[in-house]
Protein backbone atom coordinates (compact mmCIF):
# COMPACT_ATOMS: atom_id res chain seq x y z
CA UNK A 1 0.00 0.00 0.00
CA UNK A 2 1.04 3.32 -0.73
CA UNK A 3 0.64 6.71 1.21
CA UNK A 4 1.40 9.68 0.38
CA UNK A 5 1.25 12.87 2.87
CA UNK A 6 1.77 16.64 2.59
CA UNK A 7 2.98 19.36 5.07
CA UNK A 8 3.89 22.70 5.13
CA UNK A 9 0.92 24.84 3.89
CA UNK A 10 -0.21 27.66 5.30
CA UNK A 11 -1.34 31.20 5.73
CA UNK A 12 1.23 33.66 4.84
CA UNK A 13 1.29 36.96 3.18
CA UNK A 14 2.08 37.94 -0.47
CA UNK A 15 5.49 38.08 -0.98
CA UNK A 16 6.35 35.28 1.44
CA UNK A 17 7.75 31.64 0.90
CA UNK A 18 6.40 28.07 2.15
CA UNK A 19 7.97 24.87 1.47
CA UNK A 20 5.56 21.87 0.68
CA UNK A 21 6.84 18.42 1.89
CA UNK A 22 5.41 15.39 0.52
CA UNK A 23 6.68 11.64 2.08
CA UNK A 24 5.83 8.90 0.40
CA UNK A 25 6.08 5.56 2.46
CA UNK A 26 4.70 1.66 0.94
CA UNK A 27 5.97 0.47 -2.25
CA UNK A 28 6.72 3.72 -3.66
CA UNK A 29 10.19 4.82 -4.77
CA UNK A 30 9.84 8.42 -5.79
CA UNK A 31 13.35 8.60 -7.71
CA UNK A 32 11.41 5.92 -9.76
CA UNK A 33 8.02 7.82 -9.85
CA UNK A 34 6.79 10.57 -11.75
CA UNK A 35 6.19 13.22 -8.78
CA UNK A 36 4.13 15.76 -9.20
CA UNK A 37 2.12 18.71 -6.96
CA UNK A 38 -1.22 19.65 -7.92
CA UNK A 39 -3.87 22.27 -6.77
CA UNK A 40 -6.98 23.28 -6.60
CA UNK A 41 -9.21 26.36 -5.56
CA UNK A 42 -12.38 26.55 -4.85
CA UNK A 43 -14.52 26.80 -7.95
CA UNK A 44 -11.56 26.27 -9.96
CA UNK A 45 -10.53 22.55 -12.04
CA UNK A 46 -7.50 20.71 -10.46
CA UNK A 47 -4.44 21.73 -12.30
CA UNK A 48 -0.82 20.50 -12.38
CA UNK A 49 1.78 23.39 -10.48
CA UNK A 50 4.73 21.30 -11.22
CA UNK A 51 6.35 17.82 -11.89
CA UNK A 52 9.46 15.89 -11.91
CA UNK A 53 10.21 13.08 -14.11
CA UNK A 54 13.97 12.66 -14.12
CA UNK A 55 16.88 14.25 -11.99
CA UNK A 56 17.23 16.41 -14.87
CA UNK A 57 13.70 16.69 -16.64
CA UNK A 58 11.25 19.07 -14.58
CA UNK A 59 7.73 20.94 -15.32
CA UNK A 60 6.01 23.88 -14.40
CA UNK A 61 3.17 25.57 -14.97
CA UNK A 62 3.51 28.96 -16.54
CA UNK A 63 2.16 30.88 -13.45
CA UNK A 64 4.87 29.94 -11.52
CA UNK A 65 7.78 29.15 -12.98
CA UNK A 66 10.45 31.26 -11.78
CA UNK A 67 8.68 31.32 -8.29
CA UNK A 68 8.39 27.73 -7.35
CA UNK A 69 11.02 24.55 -7.50
CA UNK A 70 10.36 21.02 -7.54
CA UNK A 71 12.67 18.84 -5.42
CA UNK A 72 12.94 15.07 -4.38
CA UNK A 73 15.21 13.31 -1.63
CA UNK A 74 15.48 9.65 -3.21
CA UNK A 75 17.43 8.83 0.21
CA UNK A 76 14.39 10.45 1.92
CA UNK A 77 11.60 9.53 -0.11
CA UNK A 78 10.30 12.84 -0.63
CA UNK A 79 9.46 15.31 -2.72
CA UNK A 80 9.17 19.24 -2.19
CA UNK A 81 7.81 22.18 -3.71
CA UNK A 82 9.59 25.35 -2.86
CA UNK A 83 7.02 28.31 -3.54
CA UNK A 84 8.81 31.82 -3.26
CA UNK A 85 7.20 34.90 -3.76
CA UNK A 86 3.58 34.07 -3.39
CA UNK A 87 0.80 35.00 -4.23
CA UNK A 88 -2.88 35.44 -3.51
CA UNK A 89 -3.89 33.35 -6.32
CA UNK A 90 -1.73 30.66 -5.71
CA UNK A 91 -4.61 30.10 -2.50
CA UNK A 92 -5.74 26.34 -2.82
CA UNK A 93 -5.43 23.28 -1.23
CA UNK A 94 -1.87 21.47 -2.60
CA UNK A 95 -1.75 17.62 -3.83
CA UNK A 96 1.04 15.52 -3.66
CA UNK A 97 0.52 12.81 -6.34
CA UNK A 98 2.64 9.69 -7.89
CA UNK A 99 3.03 7.91 -10.81
CA UNK A 100 4.27 4.36 -11.48
CA UNK A 101 4.36 1.69 -13.72
CA UNK A 102 5.51 -1.64 -12.89
CA UNK A 103 5.69 -4.00 -15.44
CA UNK A 104 2.68 -2.93 -17.72
CA UNK A 105 0.48 -1.89 -15.20
CA UNK A 106 0.09 1.58 -14.53
CA UNK A 107 -0.11 2.92 -10.66
CA UNK A 108 -1.44 6.22 -9.66
CA UNK A 109 -1.60 7.59 -5.38
CA UNK A 110 -3.07 10.99 -4.55
CA UNK A 111 -2.14 12.66 -0.87
CA UNK A 112 -5.21 14.18 1.35
CA UNK A 113 -3.71 17.73 0.29
CA UNK A 114 -2.71 20.61 2.50
CA UNK A 115 -4.12 24.19 2.10
CA UNK A 116 -2.18 26.70 1.27
CA UNK A 117 -3.29 30.50 1.71
CA UNK A 118 -1.78 33.69 0.50
CA UNK A 119 -3.04 37.13 2.06
CA UNK A 120 -2.80 40.12 0.05
Known amino acids: QVQLVESGGGLVQAGGSLRLSCLAS?????????MGWYRQAPGKQLELVASVISDSETNYADSVKGRFTISRDNAENTVALQMNNLKPEDSAVYYC?????????????WGRGTQVTVSS
Open 97 to 109: NAQWTIERSHFNS
Open 26 to 34: GSIFVGRAI
